[in-house]
C-alpha cells in the first residue's frame, strides 16, 4: 500500500509536471472573460425586416446572394431562399420554393417533388404570399452551441459566421438549425450559411439580397441605432418572427407573417 | 517498494502531456474565447477578417450612373427603375476592367420573374401586370418589342 | 449534386437545404459504441459481481470491447467531410456541445480498458517476455512477439502471489469505475440527439437512457453470439484435426448452456427497460399531441410502420423474448434469437437517425432515404452499404489480432 508522504509527493510531482504544458491549454483566461462582460461592446447589432405584402416572387435576391457569395449557380443549395404559400378555399396549404426561387415563380403549378404538380386555380386561392427566408442571426444561436470545435461563432455585432478553415463537416449545426438555412458547401465541403455578406455591411453597403429586391422587401439595419428606419419600424409597428417557441430569439422580423408560414 | 499499480497511470499522463505539447503547434494563437463568452464566442480570431476580405461582387446602381448616365436616366423615368441594373446584367465587380463586357440576361424567363401573372390575394405580385408565356409570342425574346429601358409600347407600331 | 442529395428523396414541402446529411455512418456510430459499452458491462458483471459462470465470457468481452473501440470511431471519421480535421475535436473541444466530449470519453473508456486488460493480462506478458529475453538467436517473428511483449509489460517483472492479488483489486475497481464510464461513453450519444431541439423525433430527454439501455443490450448480444459460434468452432476443429499442440480434447467443452442461460437472463432484463423506455416515449408524444405529432404520426405509423414495429418491435424484440423465454432453451435457438436482438438494436438507430430525418422542419414534407448499395465512387462507398458493412467487419478481424496477445482461451490461473 502507497502510504500518504508517498502519495503527496506523486502528487506534487504530477502537478508540477502538468503545469507547463497546462499552460498550453488556455482555455479560461479572466482578461477575455473581462471583456466579455465589460461595457465595451460593440455599437452595432445587425437585424433584418422582410415585407411579405411587397414580396413578388421575382428571385432576384436568390440570383445576387449566389453569385455575390460564390455559391454554385446550378447547386441546388442556397444561402436565401423565397417560399410561396398558396391557401385555398377548402382550408388546404400549398407551399413550394423551386430551386429556392433562384428563377422566381414563373408558374402556378406548385412543386410537390416527385414530379408532381398541383395547379390551383385562381379562384380556389384564399390568400397567398411569398416569404423569402436567411439565416435570422439568432441571439441565442443553438447552431453555435452544438459545434463541436469552434468553428462556428459569434460576432459581437450579431453575425453568426463559419470558419471554412477550422469546419470538421460534421454537419451538427445543420441539424440544430430550426430554420433550416445551414447546408453544406458543394466546393468547400464546410458548413454554410447567409451571413448578412459581412463583407458587404462591415463596409457600409446592403447585404446584395437587399440591394437587388426591387420592391424593397428586405431592409437591413442596427437595432442598436434607434434613427435606423428598420429600428423604428420594428420597435413602433407589428412584426413577427419564426418559430420563437425554440427560444433561439432570431433577429429577422417579418410585416405580415402569416400563422401558416412553416 | 512502489505498488506497480500506477504503470498504466504514468502511460496516460504521458499520452496527455504529448497531447498538449501538440496542442501548443496545431492550434492557431488566435484560437480562444472572444467578445460573446464561450458558448457564442469560441473561434480563431482572423476569420473575421478572412470574412470582411471577401470580394464585393455587386456595385450598386450608383456604380453604374458615372459612366452610363443615359441608361440610369432613361430607366428612371419607367416603373423599371425600381430595378437594379445589375438584376439583368449581372454583377459589375470590377467593370470596365474586369469584366470589360457585362452579359446581359435577354431571356423571356427573365422577365417573367415579375410578368407572368400570379393572382395573390394579399401578395403585391396580383398588382404586376403580365402575360400568358405560351399564348404571347412564344417564340421571341421579349426584348424584341419591348425595351427594358422604356418598357411602354404607347406610340409605337 | 450537394452532399446528401443523391440519396434523398423529397417530397410535398421541404426547405430546399433540406438533405438527410446523416446518413448510414451516423447509424453506425451509436451502434458501434454501444456494442463497446454493452461488452464493457458484461465483463464487469463478472469482475465486479463475481457472477462466477461469467468468468471466461467476461475475459472475452473485455478483448472484445477494446477491439470494438477501434472500430467505433470508424463511422465519423468516413462520415466527416474532412476527416483529417477532426482530431479538432480534441484541440479545441466545444464543451456546450455533445459531441466534444467525444475526446474525452473515448480517450477515458480506452484508458480504463487498456488498463484492464493489462493487468489481467500482465503476468502472462512477462511468461512469454523473460524466456525470450534470455534467448539468444531470435528469429524475426520472436524479435516482434518480444519487443510486443516487452513493452507491454511496462517495465513490471513481479508476477508473485502479493502483487497478482493487488491487480485484481486494480482490475475490480476498474471494471467498476467503467461501469458509469461506459454508460456515459453511450449516454453522450443518446444526448446528441436528444437535446437537438429542432428535431421534433430526437428532442426527449429519454434519448440518453434508452440508447444506454439498448446498448447494453446489443453488447451482451453480440458477445454472447460471437462467444458461442468461436466456441462450438474450436471444439469443431479440435474434434477434426488432432495436431499435439492443440488442448486436449477434454480441455474443448464448447459452450456452457449455463453460461448461455444465465447472460440471456441479464439481456432479457435489459430489454425489458429498453422497450419499456421506447414506448413509454411513444405514448406520451400520442398522448400530449403538441404540434408536430401530426407528421411524426404519419412517418411512425405509416411511412415507417415496417421498420418500427415489424423490423425492431416485433422481429427484434417481441420474438426474441419469447426464444429466451421458452423453456428447453438450445444452441441453435439462441443463435438466432441474438441475431435478431442485434438486428433489432440496429433497426432502433436506424429508426431515430433516419427516422428523425425522414419529415421536414417544414412539418409538411417528407424526405425518403436511399441507401446507396452498390458504390461507384468514395462517397457512395463511404456513406451507404459498403463502409457499413465494412465497419461492421473491422471489429471481428481486429479481436482476431487482438487474440494473439490478449488469450482468451485455456489460460492458466486466469485471474
Redesign the interface.
Known amino acids: 500500500m502507497i502510504n500518504r508522504r508517498e502519495f503527496l509527493k506523486n502528487t506534487v510531482k504530477g502537478i508540477a509536471g502538468l503545469a507547463v504544458p497546462l499552460a498550453a491549454i488556455e482555455i479560461i483566461n479572466p482578461r477575455k472573460l473581462h471583456a466579455a462582460n465589460s461595457s465595451e461592446k460593440s455599437k452595432v447589432r445587425w437585424v433584418f425586416l422582410v415585407d411579405t405584402y411587397k414580396c413578388v416572387g421575382c428571385g432576384f435576391c436568390v440570383k445576387a446572394c449566389k453569385n455575390e457569395n460564390e455559391i454554385p449557380y446550378d447547386a441546388n443549395v442556397t444561402r436565401t431562399w423565397v417560399e410561396r404559400y398558396v391557401l385555398t378555399k377548402e382550408g388546404r396549404l400549398f407551399a413550394d420554393s423551386p430551386k429556392g426561387a433562384r428563377d422566381g415563380f414563373i408558374t402556378t403549378k406548385i412543386d410537390r417533388g416527385l414530379g408532381n404538380f398541383q395547379d390551383i386555380k385562381k379562384e380556389d386561392i384564399k390568400k397567398a404570399f411569398f416569404v423569402p427566408k436567411l439565416c435570422n442571426q439568432c441571439e441565442n444561436p443553438p447552431c453555435v452551441q452544438v459545434c463541436p470545435v469552434g468553428a462556428t461563432y459569434q460576432t459581437d455585432d450579431g453575425v453568426v459566421l463559419v470558419d471554412r478553415t477550422w469546419c470538421i463537416g460534421c454537419g451538427y449545426c445543420i441539424m440544430a438549425c430550426p430554420y433550416g438555412v445551414r447546408f453544406f458547401h458543394p466546393k468547400y465541403h464546410t458548413a454554410e450559411k447567409c451571413n448578412f455578406c459581412y463583407h458587404r455591411i462591415t463596409k457600409g453597403m446592403k447585404t446584395a439580397c437587399v440591394q437587388a429586391c426591387p420592391f424593397g422587401a428586405r431592409m437591413i439595419g442596427n437595432i442598436k441605432d434607434p434613427n435606423d428606419p428598420v429600428t423604428k419600424i420594428i420597435t413602433t409597428e407589428r412584426v413577427g418572427v419564426l418559430k420563437s417557441e425554440y427560444g433561439t430569439k432570431p433577429q429577422v422580423y417579418y410585416i405580415g407573417l402569416d400563422e401558416e408560414v412553416r | 517498494m512502489k505498488s506497480h499499480i500506477w504503470r498504466p497511470l504514468y502511460a496516460v499522463v504521458g499520452i496527455i502531456a504529448l497531447a498538449l505539447l501538440a496542442r501548443v503547434f496545431y492550434v492557431p494563437k488566435d484560437f480562444g474565447i472572444h467578445e460573446r463568452g464561450y458558448m457564442y464566442g469560441w473561434y480563431r480570431e482572423g476569420n473575421i477578417e478572412d470574412w470582411k476580405n471577401v470580394k464585393v461582387k455587386y456595385q450598386g446602381k450608383n456604380y453604374c450612373k458615372d459612366c452610363h448616365p443615359d441608361k440610369v436616366e432613361s430607366i428612371d423615368k419607367t416603373p423599371h427603375a425600381i430595378i437594379q441594373c445589375e438584376n439583368c446584367h449581372g454583377p459589375a465587380i470590377d467593370h470596365p476592367s474586369d469584366p470589360p463586357k457585362l452579359a446581359i440576361d435577354r431571356s423571356r424567363q427573365q422577365c417573367l420573374r415579375c410578368h407572368f401573372p400570379l393572382a395573390y390575394p394579399t401578395s403585391s405580385r396580383s398588382k404586376i401586370r403580365g402575360i400568358d408565356p405560351e399564348k404571347h409570342n412564344p417564340d421571341i425574346e421579349c426584348v424584341m418589342c419591348h425595351n427594358p429601358h422604356k418598357p411602354s409600347l404607347k406610340g409605337i407600331k | ?5 443523391l440519396w434523398t ?11 438527410i ?2 446518413s448510414i455512418q451516423i447509424v453506425m456510430y451509436p451502434f458501434m459504441t454501444g456494442l463497446v459499452a454493452g461488452a464493457f458491462v458484461l465483463s464487469s458483471l463478472y469482475h465486479v459481481f463475481g457472477i462466477k459462470e461469467l468468468k471466461d465470457i467476461a475475459r472475452f468481452a473485455l478483448v472484445f470491447s477494446f477491439a470494438l473501440l477501434f472500430a467505433a470511431p470508424m463511422p ?1 471519421v468516413l ?5 483529417f ?10 464543451f ?5 466530449a ?1 475526446g474525452i470519453v473515448f480517450f477515458t473508456y480506452g ?1 480504463i480498458v ?2 484492464e486488460l ?2 489481467l493480462y500482465r503476468k502472462h506478458f512477462v511468461e512469454v517476455a523473460l524466456p525470450l529475453k534470455e534467448k539468444k538467436d531470435k528469429s524475426l517473428t520472436e524479435w516482434i512477439k518480444f519487443i510486443v511483449f516487452y513493452t507491454l509489460t ?3 517483472y ?1 508476477i508473485s502471489e502479493e ?1 497478482l492479488k ?2 485484481e483489486k ?1 482490475i475490480k475497481i476498474l471494471a467498476g469505475v467503467g461501469i458509469p464510464v461506459a454508460c456515459f461513453l453511450h449516454g453522450y450519444a443518446g444526448f ?1 440527439f436528444g ?5 421534433a423525433l430526437w428532442m426527449t430527454p429519454l434519448m440518453p437512457v434508452i440508447f444506454i439501455m439498448s446498448a447494453i443490450v446489443s453488447g451482451i448480444a453480440l458477445c454472447l453470439l460471437t462467444y458461442i459460434i468461436v466456441m462450438e468452432l474450436r471444439k469443431i476443429k479440435v474434434k477434426s484435426h488432432r495436431k499435439p499442440w492443440m488442448p486436449k480434447l477434454e480441455d474443448v467443452k464448447g459452450v456452457e448452456m449455463s453460461v448461455i442461460r444465465i447472460t440471456a437472463k441479464y439481456l432479457l432484463l435489459f430489454m425489458v427497460f429498453a422497450i419499456t423506455l421506447e414506448l413509454l416515449d411513444l405514448v406520451f408524444r400520442g398522448y400530449t399531441a403538441v404540434r408536430h405529432w401530426d407528421i411524426l404520426r404519419t412517418v411512425i405509423y405509416n411511412k415507417d410502420f415496417t421498420n418500427i414495429f415489424i423490423l425492431q418491435y416485433t422481429f427484434g424484440n417481441l420474438i426474441p423474448f419469447i426464444i429466451f423465454l421458452i423453456p428447453g432453451l438450445t444452441i441453435r435457438r439462441a443463435i438466432i434469437g441474438l441475431v435478431l436482438v442485434i438486428m433489432g438494436v440496429f433497426m432502433m438507430r436506424w429508426n431515430v437517425v433516419i427516422g428523425g430525418q425522414a419529415f ?6 417528407y424526405m425518403e432515404y436511399i441507401v446507396p448499395i452498390i458504390p461507384h465512387d468514395w462517397e457512395t462507398f463511404k456513406e451507404g452499404m459498403g463502409g457499413a458493412v465494412s465497419i461492421f467487419v473491422m471489429p471481428f478481424v481486429l479481436f482476431w489480432v487482438f487474440a494473439k496477445i490478449f488469450p482468451v482461451f485455456n489460460l492458466k490461473e486466469s485471474h
Open positions: 449534386m450537394v452532399h446528401g442529395e428523396l423529397k417530397e410535398l414541402f421541404v426547405y430546399p437545404n433540406e438533405y446529411y446523416w465519423i462520415h466527416l467531410q474532412h476527416p480535421r477532426g482530431i479538432n475535436v480534441m484541440m479545441t473541444p466545444h456546450t456541445s455533445a459531441i466534444a467525444f484508458t487498456a488498463s493489462w493487468f511496462l517495465g513490471v513481479d502483487s493487488r491487480d486494480a446528441i437535446s437537438v431541439k429542432a428535431n421536414s422542419l417544414t412539418l409538411s414534407g
